[in-house]
């Protein structure tokens, strides 16, 4: 079935640096890439997206490249603060099904 | 306010009696899913909804029962919990499947 990989599991990064997470996925039709941060004891909430028509995309200090033949896509955070720290979750939105596929999440934290 | 709403939030049972986790949502949303988060194992599919009585399987639907005769509620209905479903349980709905998933507030679930 459809499998989202999901690596590093932990990251740990001085207050300043640049981290990269990066997900690959199996299902070759899927379109929709959406990337969500868990604060401790919080719900997830969305914090970019991108879909297969684009190749990267930027919000601020957070970017997510796709990679559509490699089926690898990835999220940037630049110059991180103490409040990027966090669990980060990439998804891949099922392609021939409807469902929704989540990597198993990387728990970021920056240093100070 | 938009939001989406879960109850109970917390709920210790014991082994085969039935339970219901409500979930309900404002936002006139067709798309709703429902979501276990275990350490490890990242967020995975229960049961999805495209819309009122459309419902199918996501990733772990073994021991789980949806449905959606409204748009804005969809139940997690467990028959005969056992002690693997203690877990953290998310709702979520989104404008579509492949649009922003607003996530309720979690139900933490304990099965003895």
């Known amino acids: 079935g459809e499998n989202v990989e999901q690596h590093p599991s932990t990251l740990s990064v001085q207050e300043g640096d640049s981290a990269v997470i990066k997900c690959t996925y199996s299902?070759?039709?899927?379109?929709?890439f959406p990337w969500y941060k868990q604060e401790l004891g919080k719900r997830p909430q969305l914090i970019i997206d991108?879909?297969?028509?684009?190749g990267e995309k930027k919000d601020q200090r957070i970017a997510v490249t796709l990679n559509k033949t490699a089926k690898h896509f990835s999220l940037h955070i630049t110059e991180t603060q103490p409040e990027d720290s966090a669990v980060y979750f990439c998804?891949?939105?099922?392609?021939?099904?409807?469902?929704?596929?989540f990597g198993t999440g990387t728990l970021l934290a920056v240093q100070p | 306010e938009a939001q989406v709403t879960q109850n109970p939030r917390y709920l210790i049972t014991v082994t085969g009696k039935k339970l219901t986790v409500t979930c309900s949502q404002n936002?006139?949303?067709?798309?709703m899913s429902w979501y276990r988060q275990d350490p490890g194992l990242g967020l995975r599919q229960i049961y999805y909804?495209?819309?009122?009585?459309?419902?199918d399987k996501g990733d772990v639907p073994e021991g789980y029962k949806v449905s959606r005769k409204e748009k804005r509620n969809f139940p997690l209905i467990l028959e005969s919990p056992s002690p693997n479903q203690t877990s953290l349980y998310f709702c979520?709905?989104?404008?579509?499947?492949?649009?922003?998933?607003?996530f309720g507030p979690g139900t933490r679930l304990t099965v003895l």
């Open positions: 936002m006139n949303h067709e798309y």
């Open positions: 299902d070759s039709a899927s379109n929709y």
């Open positions: 979520a709905s989104s404008p579509s499947r492949t649009g922003k998933q607003f």
């Open positions: 909804s495209m819309n009122v009585e459309v419902t």
């Open positions: 998804a891949a939105e099922g392609g021939a099904t409807n469902k929704l596929i």
């Open positions: 991108i879909r297969s028509n684009v």
